[in-house]
């Protein structure tokens, strides 16, 4: 038998010391994170509407793509439970980071999920760093239909990525590549995936490319201060390979995968390959805006003439954007209906209801004329508070759903837009039937979310031509309707949102716009 001097069981016993305190210390909490995987609509920059799987917080009513950014310490023990209302079985894997029963499940022959097909999922232990989080089974179409999301473990030391001050920053911002093949997504909605008419994504083709589940123009842009580190945490959902790199800025690439690497690597372009993640570190030398694009070119949307896909900006200030919340003036907010017998024309206009159905969008059928006059809404707000030298980077309008009478119309009428006029539809900003054709100063500035149930939102980013017509010294009036007038199916089918009138103020529609000062 080996003999073991005093020294070696001093280290030893020292070591082991080491150990338990580490391991003491280092599971700070169990944290734990109710999830639902459903399906949902998502509208592309050129109308189309692509069905989706996602990921959202459990009672929130909202799924997302990607699905929520979930954050937990270093150490912790995390804990996901998940709603599966898919039709079916859904996993949950997270690379880079443990996983208990890591057992994969067998059909056939072949692993069809990497995890067993549970409704909970516990990580233990975890690492620092930026990891992605998607379904486990069946990866290549599951994936692709957007399970998907991102998880920040934070190490101990509050301002950095990792346990090194080589990661420390002063922003951070989260960028999520995918991209989506309309073909499959409609072969999954048919019924038909697996099938000869589309048997597997080896023949896979993708149309659009995405950062944070938009294609642009709809992608958002960062808001930055001229000095600043700002951390870029990027993860590839997709399934092809890309390289994001920022016109006039160098990135200083600090991890890989969750892995702080031995020195930052500087780099005009990142290569990010399919599952991977990185974090870099760039920092804005002057005020400028810096455009964040995919360097293989992949900036199109299906074909479509222009600028599209994988592109955003960086806009960079010697000063901190602003956001200002603007709620709707109730008083001129109302629906629109168009006439009973001339069509593109309106009949009717209402701004004096304030229940759950204030604004209506749809159609509304008439049994005695055996018609479906369209229905379009418009809400109002009094944004002369902006400075008149603000440059406005963003702005979303989100309604509260309040109801659906028939067939909830983004499943059937959708896309749903949004016009805008720098002062009032008509000239006046009293509601009136004229509204309903008047003319906007830029049309289809934003595409609506469908909102799942009653008292979620709905949100619309508006793209450059509706930040442009923005009023600094009045109102700003938006008209909200869908793409289809009716669907000529003999009822009524129409959703309902709450106005700037109704009494419990989180209901009441609201304009966020952020601008620098």
């Not at 009513?61 to 023990?77: F, H, K, R, S």
């Not at 690379?95 to 057992?103: D, N």
């Not at 479906?372 to 944004?383: A, G």
Request: hydrophobic share 45%; aromatic share 8%; net charge negative.
């Amino acid at each position: 038998m080996r003999k073991i001097r005093l020294t070696d069981f001093l280290v030893l016993f020292s070591a082991m010391v080491i150990s338990l305190v580490m391991a003491a210390t280092s599971h700070a909490a169990p944290v734990s994170y109710d999830l639902t995987a459903d399906d949902v609509t998502i509208n592309m920059p050129d109308g189309a509407p692509i069905l989706m799987w996602g990921f959202g917080l459990t009672g929130s009513g909202t799924i997302g793509v990607p699905g929520p950014v979930l954050e937990a310490n270093e150490g912790d023990d995390l804990t996901i439970n998940l709603t599966n209302n898919l039709p079916e079985a859904v996993t949950i894997i997270i690379h880079g980071q443990r996983i208990t029963s890591p057992t994969p499940v067998m059909v056939d022959g072949r692993v069809m999920s990497f995890v067993p097909e549970t409704a909970s999922f516990t990580f233990p232990d975890l690492k620092a760093g930026t990891y992605l989080y998607e379904s486990g089974t069946h990866p290549a179409k599951q994936v692709q239909m957007g399970l998907y999301g991102v998880l920040i473990v934070r190490p101990a030391t509050a301002g950095q990525a990792y346990n090194d001050p080589v990661s420390a920053y002063d922003q951070e911002e989260v960028l999520v590549f995918s991209d989506i093949d309309p073909l499959l997504h409609a072969a999954v909605q048919n019924g038909t995936y697996g099938t000869a008419a589309y048997p597997s994504t080896v023949d896979y083709r993708p149309q659009y490319f995405l950062i944070n589940g938009k294609a642009y123009p709809d992608t958002e842009a960062i808001a930055a201060a001229t000095g600043e580190r700002v951390l870029l945490r990027m993860a590839n959902a997709g399934l092809k390979s890309y390289e994001p790199m920022i016109n006039g800025l160098r990135a200083n690439v600090i991890a890989e995968d969750g892995n702080l690497l031995p020195f930052p690597v500087d780099a005009v372009a990142i290569p990010l390959h399919a599952g991977k993640t990185s974090d870099a570190i760039v920092i804005p030398s002057s005020p400028s805006q810096y455009a964040l694009f995919d360097r293989r070119l992949n900036l199109t949307n299906a074909g479509a003439t222009g600028v599209g896909g994988m592109l955003t900006y960086i806009n960079a200030s010697g000063v901190t954007p602003v956001t200002v919340t603007f709620v709707s003036a109730g008083a001129q907010d109302g629906w629109l209906g168009e006439s009973l017998t001339q069509a593109d024309v309106g009949q009717f206009a209402d701004a004096t209801i304030a229940n759950a159905s204030a604004l209506r969008i749809g159609d509304q059928f008439v049994s005695a004329l055996l018609v479906e006059p369209q229905l379009k809404s418009i809400v109002s707000f009094d944004t002369s508070s902006l400075p008149d030298g603000a440059t406005i980077q963003a702005a979303t309008l989100r309604l509260i759903r309040g109801g659906v009478a028939g067939i909830n119309p983004f499943t059937t009428h959708a896309p749903c837009y949004v016009d805008i006029v720098t002062g009032s539809f008509g000239g006046n900003p009293a509601l009136a039937p004229s509204d309903f054709q008047a003319a906007a100063t830029a049309a289809q500035v934003a595409v609506m979310s469908n909102p799942a149930v009653n008292g979620a939102a709905s949100e619309g980013l508006l793209n450059a031509a509706g930040l442009a017509a923005i009023n600094k010294i009045g109102l700003t009036q938006l008209k909200v309707y869908f793409a289809v007038d009716d669907n000529d199916d003999g009822t009524t089918d129409a959703i309902g949102f709450f106005s700037g009138e109704n009494a419990v103020p989180a209901n009441r529609p609201v304009l966020e716009v952020t601008y620098l000062p």
